[in-house]
């Protein structure tokens, strides 16, 4: 198949936007790749610091707690009920921050009964030594039932935080895997293709400008009298070849013309007298 010159430079254009469109998409998906790890990323930090946190307010109740049973002083219960809100919002929010986990969810289904039967422990607590004084409070506590739901939700919280913190390292990898992809693309890819544009331009080129180049001066040379210049190319199915037809069928005229003129030139052309009359001849 024989391609026009335009067709050749259209294509030349194409494959030069063909680069630079493939070269974008690479680009914004491992941007948008890295983006999207990112914000993974800062999600898996924003579950530990909920997970801290509501570690923090059992810890703050347990605090308070203990204050008011060893002074008995409502002061002293001020840790205790910022505990419990803190802890209801932590538990919230983790609920929301992990819907798309299902080993987190079903963690916090079992953790939110435990924290419940801690609270309930330390509001008996509180009202024994509010009702009945230190001993009957110290009682309780010595029973375990406090100590041993607080133990299980340190060990769910410990499986959740080993959880998002696994996932916090395939997300760090993701992150960087992304950046030096992006990176490449950027260092290598841009110069690539800057390269294979260069190389298809400057071949593209070569069959144009060559050829025109050729026809050119046997044109110059056909302008000084020299029917001799025959042009090359005359096969190509393109433009330049049509050119090159034409000015060797016009070569072909001017030499059927100048031998004509020189046969013209070299023949008898004297004039003969035309005949007397028949009685001259006599």
Known sequence: MSWSVGTKIGAGFALALAALALIGVIAYRSTTSLIEASDLRAHTNVVLRNLSSLLSAMQDAETGQRGYLITGRDSYLEPYFAGIKASAEAIE?????????????????????????????????????????????????????????????????????????DLLRQRDQRVSADAQRTIFILVYGI????????????????????????????????????????????????????????????????????????????????????????????
Not at 122 to 147: H, S
Not at 250 to 264: H, N, P, V
């Open 93 to 165: 929010e983790l609920h929301k921050l992990t819907a798309d986990n299902a080993n987190q969810q079903r963690r916090l289904d079992a953790v939110q009964p435990l924290i419940a039967a801690k609270l309930d422990e330390l509001k008996l607590t509180i009202e024994l030594r509010k009702a009945k004084g230190f001993e009957a409070a110290a009682t309780e506590v010595l029973t375990g039932k406090g100590k041993q739901a607080m133990d299980e939700i340190r060990k769910i919280a410990a499986a959740m935080e080993g959880e998002e913190n």
């Open 191 to 282: 110069p690539a293709a800057f390269v294979v544009v260069g190389v298809v331009a400057y071949l593209i080129t070569r069959n144009i400008s060559y050829p025109l180049r050729q026809i050119t001066a046997v044109a110059e040379r056909i302008a000084y009298g020299d029917l001799s210049a025959k042009p090359e190319f005359v096969n190509r199915g393109d433009e330049v070849g049509a050119l090159a037809k034409a000015f060797a069928d016009m070569t072909r005229s001017l030499q059927s013309m100048a031998g004509m003129a020189k046969e013209i030139a070299g023949g008898d052309l004297t004039v003969k007298p035309a005949p007397q009359s028949d009685k001259d001849v006599l």
